[in-house]
């Protein structure tokens, strides 16, 4: 034995002695607060040896506390996260905190628990950082959760994907690749840059950050590029994913092929452009979006002079009421019947019409606009005013009648009083001869 060397039995004492000074270490309200808290807590020297667990650490793991207490945390962890869990504890020291280490330590049962640490430093007294507070948190529940998601995602029927905030593709589903044409080796851990233009890449950007402020984005489009080459117009709605803290740390996206829609819309747009009567359409603002020909017919303006102005630039301020009235009423009722608008024509004419107008949907059925069909009243009102006339004529006609009847009448009513007045006097002649 060597001078310096120190005796077993030296040694023995002096580590029991740190020991002590190490739990002595903790403070009272910090060993209370330990002792109660709900989450598995426990504390550590900077060697990883564990000075002190709280119940719950025995309940998640199944140990008594001495087969814990003084015992290395590399006894219930593998080789590769004790390297993990020292390099931790370096973090520690250096900054105080350390979040998310993932430990998998193993139960007395040999089950192997999924656990993530965040960990404080341990100060003495003079503010010396000698060890480590760690709270565990059980994944197991977590991970059955995210399991869940995953299957969801992955069987969806819709195409699904999950991003990180860089735009890093994590998962997709079979239906990403059905839409795209790429095998899902080729879709994950790839960029959503590599499947679109520089421009919607700075508006799928934009879109993540609005997810990480708001928790969701809706109705942003998309055109990927397929294997084939082919152009796929989508729209993108999104939702934030989270951690376990709550922090959004993606988001899960909903890809909508718009093909089929937008060959509805433009076989709707082309019905509304070759329809005989004046139709148009408007937004909740009364912006014209689109007008077929035979508005521009019957207002005598060009189409482009139409389209992308107020309705108000062509009624009056009263009918431009009426009309904000009618698209609260489509709002409302999903129609709008009979509404009188007497819009300017481009020679200064008011013609008379009445307008019908439904409401216009979005893909999730919200409204959005309301399409308008104009009917032309100018013949309708001017056969109403030839019968109005007709109806006047008429009755003068029939109070001509009644002032000949009239006069008939009493024409005749003369001759009879006349002839009774002959009668009357040829009687009393022919008694005077008589006599």
Do not use: C
Request: no cysteine.
């Amino acid at each position: 034995m060597t001078p310096e060397a120190s005796p077993p039995a030296v040694r023995k004492v002096a580590s029991a002695r740190n020991n002590a000074s190490r739990r002595t270490a903790i403070p009272l309200a910090a060993d209370i607060i330990i002792a109660n808290a709900p989450d598995p807590v426990f504390v550590s020297d900077l060697e990883g040896k564990i000075l002190q667990a709280n119940d719950a650490v025995f309940e998640l793991l199944g140990f008594r506390p001495a087969e814990l207490i003084e015992q290395s945390l590399s006894r219930i962890i593998s080789p590769e996260e004790t390297r993990d869990f020292m390099l931790a504890l370096d973090e520690v020291v250096e900054h105080g905190v350390t979040r998310n280490a993932v430990l998998n330590p193993r139960s007395a049962s040999g089950e192997i628990i999924p656990t993530t640490l965040n960990a404080s430093a341990l100060r003495n007294s003079d503010n010396e950082v000698i060890g480590a507070i760690g709270i565990l948190r059980d994944m197991r529940e977590l991970d059955k959760a995210r399991a869940f998601a995953v299957g969801l995602i992955e069987n969806a029927p819709d195409p699904m994907f999950v991003s990180d905030l860089e735009g890093k593709i994590t998962l997709a589903n079979d239906a990403v690749s059905q839409l795209l044409g790429f095998r899902t080796d080729q879709v994950v851990e790839q960029s959503v840059s590599q499947f679109i233009s520089q421009e919607e890449t700075r508006q799928f950007t934009a879109a993540l950050r609005e997810v990480v402020e708001k928790g969701v984005i809706r109705n942003v489009t998309l055109s990927p590029r397929t294997a084939t080459g082919e152009i796929i117009p989508t729209s993108l709605n999104a939702s934030a994913l989270r951690d376990a803290e709550g922090k959004v740390i993606g988001a899960i996206g909903i890809l909508r092929d718009m093909r089929e829609l937008d060959k509805a819309r433009a076989y709707a747009e082309s019905l509304i452009k070759n329809a005989p009567d004046p139709v148009f359409v408007t937004d909740l603002e009364g912006k014209i979006t689109l007008a077929n020909d035979a508005v521009s017919q019957l207002l005598g303006f060009r189409t482009d002079e139409v389209v992308e102005q107020s309705v108000s630039r062509f009624i009056s301020p009263e009918e431009t009421r009426q009309f904000t009235e009618a698209l609260r009423e489509v709002v409302e009722k999903g129609v709008s019947r009979n509404a009188s608008l007497n819009p300017r024509a481009a020679s200064g004419e008011l013609i008379p019409t009445t307008l019908n107008a439904s409401a216009l949907r979005d893909t999730d059925g919200n409204v959005i606009g309301a399409l308008g069909i104009l009917r032309d009243m100018r013949a309708y009102q001017k056969v109403v005013r030839d019968l109005q006339q007709s109806k006047s004529e008429l009755q003068e006609k029939i109070f001509d009648l009644e002032k000949f009847e009239e006069v008939v009448v009493g024409r005749e009513l003369k001759m009879i009083a006349l002839e009774k007045e002959i009668d009357a006097l040829r009687r009393a002649r022919d008694q005077g001869d008589g006599n």
